[in-house]
């Protein structure tokens, strides 16, 4: 990955490419309870990780994921499964 190795550079791409207004602490909030959250918001969040690894992102799995820290770590997951 790049800039979004940790939950820290993750949280950055959702302030800078999303606009989201999130601290720290959101990222373990339930999804249902970030405020201007939306389902706009995870498809584009999709496409911006998909750019940022080189690879496809499962939109099942990330609609299953109930946190920030729960998509980034499928998306963590996932580069560590297809390291070398």
Same mark, same amino acid.
């Given at each position: 990955m790049s800039?979004i190795?940790d939950?820290?550079?993750?949280?950055? =791409?959702l302030?800078?490419?999303l606009?989201l207004?999130l601290?720290?602490?959101?990222?373990?909030t339930d999804l249902a309870d970030?405020?201007?959250?939306d389902?706009?918001?995870?498809l584009r969040?999709?496409?911006?990780?998909?750019?940022e690894t080189g690879?496809?992102?499962p939109?099942r799995?990330? =609609?299953?994921?109930?946190?920030?820290?729960?998509?980034h770590?499928l998306?963590a997951?996932?580069?560590?499964?297809?390291?070398?």
């Amino acid at each position: 990955m790049s800039g979004i190795d940790d939950l820290g550079g993750f949280l950055r =791409l959702l302030r800078t490419e999303l606009g989201l207004e999130l601290s720290d602490r959101d990222a373990y909030t339930d999804l249902a309870d970030v405020e201007g959250w939306d389902s706009l918001h995870l498809l584009r969040l999709v496409s911006l990780l998909e750019d940022e690894t080189g690879r496809r992102i499962p939109v099942r799995q990330v =609609l299953e994921a109930r946190t920030f820290q729960q998509i980034h770590s499928l998306v963590a997951g996932g580069a560590r499964a297809a390291a070398p």
